[in-house]
DNA sequence: AATCAGTACTATGCAATACAAAGTACTGGA
DNA sequence: TCCAGTACTTTGTATTGCATAGTACTGATT
């Protein structure tokens, strides 16, 4: 069994893609700063680091996707707080229809065997 | 909208990942060669590439999870078919399991928006 | 006032993989 | 013999999750 087909790492490549989908997905109830995204995601057994999600936000929101604000805080240094724009919902929505497609495709496929 | 952000990319960001486990799958049933894997993919609206199947076969074969035997052709030249291995088997059933896990995750987060 | 722990954000190099493209090789038919 | 169709191999590029290193802010403690 070589370095490269061994389950973890498999299982971090499935995660390579999505990531975008999941965290619009999150910013689109409520707004939220990282440490609150990463909380919800681990609540969904979807496990984030912050060398992944920083560049990723920063990212979408030059992408047009999110906006962001700062807000003081009593616990720390100040946060900056994401929110989708409408570019962002419209595009999350053709996500959701994408990762519906592809999870229909894969259930297909591995369902027959 | 820049280009790193756009639906296109995000969708094939979005196979990387799974492609092992698809592939995998489809050996799961019958041993095949690469055009029967690339039309069955495509029968379930999972379109790959051969610049993608080729190096990904390779590399799953070099990891000991597919063996292959060589067939004459009377359409073309020789063919080469795949089979899963002993531990092909097993490691399919690990990426079915992650995968539940990982489409779990992502709708759980996903629906609540 | 200075220090520290906790918190929050930024940047970078690395490993891995989908894909486009270029190339090699085999076979049967013209 | 040449050609089209078929099959396989290789490589460079773009992209992204992650580990790691670093900077910065705040309130509490010394």
């Known amino acids: 069994m070589s370095t490269q087909v061994n389950l973890e790492n498999t299982q971090q490549q499935m995660r390579k893609g999505i990531l975008e989908f999941v965290i619009l997905s ?3 109830r409520n707004d ?3 440490s609150d ?3 919800e995601l681990k609540k ?3 496990i984030v680091v912050e060398g992944t999600l920083y560049p990723l936000l920063t990212r979408l929101k030059n992408g047009g996707l999110l906006t962001y604000r700062w807000e003081e805080s009593t616990q720390g240094p100040p946060r900056k707080y994401y929110a989708l724009t409408e570019e962002g919902r419209n595009f999350l929505v053709a996500l959701k229809s994408t990762w519906e497609e ?3 495709a ?3 496929i591995s369902k027959n065997n």
């Open 26 to 28: 999150v910013l689109a």
């Open 32 to 34: 939220a700063y990282t």
């Open 44 to 46: 969904a057994q979807l």
């Open 106 to 108: 894969v259930d297909h």
């Open 102 to 104: 592809l999870t229909i």
């Open 37 to 39: 995204i990463i909380a």
